[in-house]
């Protein structure tokens, strides 16, 4: 058994992942972990990653998850190209503090975007309250003015003239909320323009492939929800209430 | 002027970044960034780095946020023993595994109860005991998690020997510690680990390091805790408000 990569192209991490491994023709088996139905607290994933979260690698006995750490042992298992994870000592940690930051002012909102204007109404059938939904909308345009001012500035890519694991993680996350038919880069043609030259980078066929669920999620008929896992997440919605 | 290091020791990622500088023997200048005087936010400080966050390091022109970034500067520019940052790549890669974990669970977790019984009634704003009793119960979930899946039997949490997952996981364990809530009682897994990172990193080096936060709450009863301006309070607000 080769390498397997354990994911649903609903998770911007695991959109990530599978990108740069096709993208880099790095052979794989493509296990895939149905969000949607609850496979994440299935006996067998548990197995695989206790912590019940995607994506997970598993590379013979090696099992390994968090995408970052995902991204960089690909990296450099396979000998990507080096303008992925550039090996000058600045350069390099201009990527690693952005990888660092993403979690909380970029991954973290953005989710929480696709929550409140499709998940939740769809599932609870409650609306979050305008004020909540402001505050949100707020920190996320409040941390996009942040990347464009500190991490994108003037360039063509964060590193410069090339893409990098940055670029790549930044725009799957920032893609999150089009599940839920909101398009952040409305907000800034410097942004839009960058989201179009990574897509271009990487490829429009992978890249919308990589996208189909996310963008058909509206279309999901919630209805099949298995009844654990809806009140698994209404129990973590408590936190949005 | 060499490398520059902008720091408050009572944050648990500036504890990191400066315990790791002094082990290795890495020539730098401190510069204290007083969280409580609203340094943070002053005019001077807002010219090193106008997003107004610290740790920072600033090596010639060039400026560097985020501790796990800087930790990964310093070993690779000043070539650190292995261990640190292995380069076998599967520790490399449990490193990494550890700390793209401990910003998700950890970072934003521990350093709620500082916020709750310091920093929010210094500037006479209230976390509800509700939101310190969630945390309460995520620490624990965390510390369950952080011993079975990344100490498990070994000494440390991803290797056989420190390496910067320790550092940062142990900054943020000492910070609920500082304000009264003992989490290595009843842990004696953890409490083993903590004994031998402690050991590792040498007893002064650690009394120096945590000084400042081992102190705070005698500072509060003794009310010699500086309190912060007007200025600095919109920021903390913002980050008490962020509290679930």
Redesign the interface.
């Known amino acids: 058994m080769g390498l397997e990569l354990y994911m649903d192209l609903l998770s911007a991490p695991c959109r990530a992942v599978y990108i740069f491994a096709r993208k880099n023709s790095i052979p794989f088996d493509f296990q895939f972990v149905d969000l949607l139905k609850g496979h994440h607290h299935s006996k067998e994933y548990i197995e695989i990653n206790p912590l019940r979260k995607l994506p997970s690698l598993k590379d013979g006995k090696f099992i390994l998850s968090e995408s970052v750490a995902i991204l960089s042992y690909l990296c450099r298992k396979y000998s990507a190209p080096s303008h992925w994870y550039p090996p000058d000592l600045h350069t390099r940690a201009r990527v690693d503090e952005f990888m660092a930051w993403q979690h909380t002012a970029i991954q973290l909102p953005m989710n929480k975007i696709l929550w409140i204007k499709l998940l939740i109404p769809m599932i609870t059938g409650e609306e979050v309250s305008a004020e909540k939904t402001e505050k949100i909308l707020e920190e996320v345009k409040i941390n996009l003015q942040l990347f464009e001012e500190k991490f994108l500035q003037d360039r063509m890519f964060i590193t410069g003239d090339h893409v990098s694991l940055a670029d790549l993680v930044a725009l799957v996350e920032m893609m999150q909320p089009m599940g839920g038919n909101y398009n952040v880069f409305l907000s800034s043609p410097k942004l839009a323009e960058w989201r179009m030259r990574v897509e271009l980078t990487l490829g429009s066929g992978l890249f919308w492939e990589a996208h189909d669920r996310l963008v058909k999620l509206a279309d999901w008929d919630c209805s099949t929800l298995d009844p654990g896992v809806k009140e698994r997440i209404c129990e973590f919605l408590q936190k949005y209430k | 002027m060499g490398l520059e290091l902008f720091l408050d020791l009572l944050s648990q990622p500036s504890r990191a970044v400066y315990i790791f500088a002094k082990k290795n023997r890495i020539p730098f200048e401190l510069r204290t960034v007083d969280l409580l005087k609203g340094q943070l936010v002053s005019k001077e400080f807002l010219q090193v780095n106008r ?1 107004q966050k610290i740790p920072v390091l600033k090596d010639g022109d ?1 400026v ?7 930790l ?2 310093l070993s ?2 000043y070539q650190t023993e292995a261990h640190w940052y292995p380069t076998d ?2 520790t ?3 490193v ?2 550890y ?3 401990h ?2 669970c950890i ?2 977790t521990f350093g709620v109860l500082l916020w709750a019984r310091v920093l929010a009634p210094l500037i006479g704003a209230q976390v509800p005991e509700e939101k310190v009793g ?1 945390n309460r119960t995520s620490m624990d979930q965390a510390l369950q ?1 952080l011993e ?2 990344f100490l498990g039997d070994r000494p440390f949490l991803v290797s056989n020997q420190v390496t910067l997952a320790d550092l940062m996981a142990l900054e943020e364990l000492m910070q609920p510690v500082a304000v009264g809530y003992d989490l290595f009682e009843g842990r004696p897994r953890l409490a083993a680990w903590r004994t031998r990172v402690e050991a590792f990193l040498g007893a002064e080096l650690f009394q120096e390091a945590h000084s400042r936060i081992l102190n705070i709450l005698e500072q509060m009863a003794n009310k010699t805790i500086p309190v912060p301006p007007p200025e600095a309070h919109p920021t903390m607000l913002k980050r008490i408000a962020r509290i ?1």
Do not use: C, M, N, P
Request: no cysteine; glycine share 6%.
């Open positions: 997003f060039f560097l946020a985020e501790s796990v970034a800087i990964i500067y690779l520019k790549i599967q490399r890669a449990r990494h595994e700390l793209g974990w910003a998700d970072r934003g969630h998690q079975d899946k679930t």
